[in-house]
């Protein structure tokens, strides 16, 4: 396992989802996650945004934050410094209590991901490439299609669990074939609302030519 793809609504939507995952990695000898989520609330043009912390804390307890491997990433033009980018940002800490009850001791590399083009795209996961070891998991968070008025997103009305679906595993073929143009393309034409596909692309950039992709769990709040 060298990456995951995890949702970020609250736990009763998706907790049980995210559960497989934080299952698979459970007891393996990661020492760094690098998460990426998207931004909700600060627009960024090509930027990942870096908080200012030495740790995060949640009721689990405290996570120290690899303050080395974040000075590292801040010398490329792709991240940057951004405290109020973390403020209040669930993308990211939803994962953490996860991730600490799966691995226990690990340092944390959060990155809140801003609104990016493909070029950016490549050239952050190249920057990570460079960095990110057999000790690293990489976790890009995304939920994948919101439906409904209050999205803005009513594409039908009928069968609309199973259409769901077929919507989210059209995107789900390109995860697999690692095509990011394919993958954002596809996000374009359908209008399908999944709100980490910039990290999920970068995640795609940034995986090795042998890696395959499973789908450890689907599932509908």
């Known amino acids: 396992v060298r990456a995951l793809i995890q949702p ?3 736990y009763r939507f998706s907790g049980p989802a995210a559960g497989y995952g934080a299952r698979l ?41 690899d303050v080395d491997f974040m000075r590292r990433l801040a010398e490329s033009p792709f991240f940057r410094v951004i405290p109020e980018a973390h403020l209040g940002e669930h993308s990211v800490q939803i994962q953490v209590p996860f991730l600490q009850k799966a691995l226990g001791s690990f340092q ?23 960095l990110v070891d057999p000790s690293t998991l990489v976790l890009a968070s995304s939920d994948f299609t ?15 669990e199973s259409n769901l679906e077929k919507l989210d595993m059209g995107a789900v073929d390109f995860i697999r074939k690692k095509d990011v143009s394919g993958f954002r393309s596809y996000c374009e034409q359908t209008g399908a ?29």
Do not use: W
């Open 8 to 10: 970020h609504a609250g």
């Open 146 to 160: 919101h439906y409904g008025p209050n999205y803005g997103y009513v594409p039908f009305r009928e069968d609309v």
């Open 108 to 130: 944390l590399v959060p990155l809140v991901v801003g609104q990016m083009d493909e070029e950016s795209i490549r050239g952050a996961a190249e920057v990570l490439r460079g």
């Open 193 to 221: 609302t999944i709100c980490g596909r910039d990290p999920i692309s970068i995640l795609l950039a940034l995986l090795p030519d042998d890696a395959e992709a499973h789908v450890l769990k689907y599932d509908t709040s």
């Open 25 to 65: 990695v459970a007891g393996r000898p990661f020492t760094r996650v690098v998460v990426m989520g998207p931004s909700h609330r600060v627009p960024m043009r090509n930027l990942l945004a870096l908080p200012d912390a030495t740790h995060v804390a949640t009721p689990l307890g405290e996570v120290p934050l």
